[in-house]
């Protein structure tokens, strides 16, 4: 049995991925294991190869197909129009890029990018029978260190990444700079139920639903095992609203989607 009352983390143990916590000890979380400020991005990259052949199938099956609706309503909710250019950051496999790449049409320019070349590679192939922009390029980058000059983009999009960088103000300051002026963020990550009963059927299904099915279809449990803990450590939303604002970002808010499963975050720079 799984004890309900300890696998959401309070305030001490999220504040240990904040970079202050993380540069201080010099120690990141990789779902509950404690490593190496320096090994943790390694991990990740370990992580992404494993599971990038079945990313998308793993989705699908493991939010019965509502990773979609979230992405949909994320994408929507920064507002894009042609000729915007856009920074899909941790971009994996695509998706965010491809239903961006819809409103924003040839005219507009997307980069998705992220330090995995597996997920990237996965991405390129999907955009040979999906709808993509004729104009999204898939960039190979490090989202604490941007590839990317300042003030280059109208928009960036962050969906399920941010919780798996080493120093995740980096990742928000790096997102910043490269925004224009009056640029504006949506980030969307997995978070906290606000229903008690909701987060005991989430809880169960998590720690021993996901485990099984990620054995099953990519063939390693731990990938699946890790991804429910890093959820449990993670920042909550008002946590990631006086982070950004620390930034300098203008207008944050943030919306609860399906119980609050997920939250997407929006700012201004
Ligand atoms: C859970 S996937 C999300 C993919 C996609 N955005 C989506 O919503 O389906 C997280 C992605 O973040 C990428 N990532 C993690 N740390 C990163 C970093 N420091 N720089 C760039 N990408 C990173 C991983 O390689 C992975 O592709």
Redesign the pocket.
Same mark, same amino acid.
């Given at each position: 049995m799984i004890s309900y009352k300890s696998v959401w983390s309070d305030k001490t143990g999220r504040h240990r991925q904040l970079e202050k916590s993380v540069t201080k000890q010099q120690t990141a979380m990789f779902g509950s294991e404690v490593l190496h400020e320096k090994d943790k !991005?390694q991990r990740?990259?370990h992580h992404?190869n494993i599971v990038s052949s079945k990313y998308d199938l793993m #989705?699908t099956i493991l939010s019965m197909g509502i990773h979609y609706a979230w992405?949909k309503s994320s994408v929507k909710a920064l507002a894009l129009k042609p000729p915007d250019r856009l920074l899909? +950051?941790? !971009?994996?496999?695509g998706? +965010?890029s491809s239903m961006a790449g819809k409103i924003i049409g040839n005219a507009g320019q997307i980069v998705a990018?992220?330090? #995995?070349w597996q997920?990237l590679k996965t991405g390129i192939k999907k955009k040979r029978c999906r709808p993509f922009s004729k104009n999204t390029n898939f960039i190979q980058?490090? !989202?604490?260190s941007l590839p990317f000059s300042d003030e280059q983009f109208d928009a960036v999009i962050i969906?399920?990444?941010i919780r798996? +960088?080493t120093h995740l103000e980096q990742g928000f300051r790096e997102i910043f700079r490269v925004l224009k002026p009056e640029g504006r963020m949506v980030c969307l990550e997995f978070s906290k139920p606000k229903t008690f009963w909701f987060r005991l059927f989430y809880d169960f299904y998590s720690y021993k639903i996901m485990p099984l099915l990620g054995a099953l279809i990519t063939g390693s449990k731990d990938a699946y095992t890790v991804f429910p803990e890093s959820i449990r450590i993670f920042p909550l939303p008002d946590e990631i609203v006086s982070i950004l604002s620390e930034i300098g970002f203008k207008n944050i808010s943030y919306k609860r989607l399906t119980d609050g499963i997920a939250v997407r975050h929006k700012a201004f720079k």
């Open positions: !991005a990740v990259q992404f #989705n992405k899909d +950051l941790c !971009a994996g496999t998706d +965010l990018c992220d330090f #995995n997920m980058g490090d !989202a604490e969906g399920f990444g798996n +960088l």
